[in-house]
């Protein structure tokens, strides 16, 4: 009977270790969250006027401007996207040229990945 205590005591301290880890871990993503995708207009909106208190009436001027800026920096992503594009390309050029033929192939898979993540972050905007 010892033993079977023991057992599950070693088990469930594993699964709580588990499920304690991946609580921990989402959080810090959420919060670190650099490659993750931008905050909303809303999102935005949202947080400062909830921090600010802000009132209707600031709210509502927070939001054009909040609007204004994220059309702005909308059409400076659209204007620059070639350039930023063709220094990605260079760049991949240059990797595969150090590559090992199984390497290459990954690479190509992480970079159809990369591709299609920024085209749904492209789409978004």
């Not at 088990?11 to 919060?31: D, N």
């Not at 204004?68 to 920096?73: E, I, K, L, T």
Request: aromatic content about 4%.
């Amino acid at each position: 009977m010892k033993r079977w205590k023991a057992v599950l005591g070693v088990i469930s301290i594993f699964i709580l270790g588990t499920i304690a880890g991946g609580i921990i871990s989402s959080a810090i993503i959420r919060h670190c969250q650099p490659w993750g995708r931008p905050p909303s207009r809303e999102e935005v909106v949202r947080k400062l006027s909830r921090r600010l208190d802000l009132d209707a009436n600031q709210r509502a001027q927070v939001e054009v401007i909040v609007n204004d800026a994220h059309n702005q920096m909308r059409e400076m992503r659209r204007e620059d996207k070639p350039k930023i594009d063709s220094i990605l390309t260079d760049a991949q050029a240059k990797i595969m040229t150090v590559l090992r033929p199984n390497q290459k192939q990954k690479f190509d898979k992480l970079i159809a990945r990369w591709k299609e993540r920024r085209g749904k972050i492209d789409k978004g905007n």
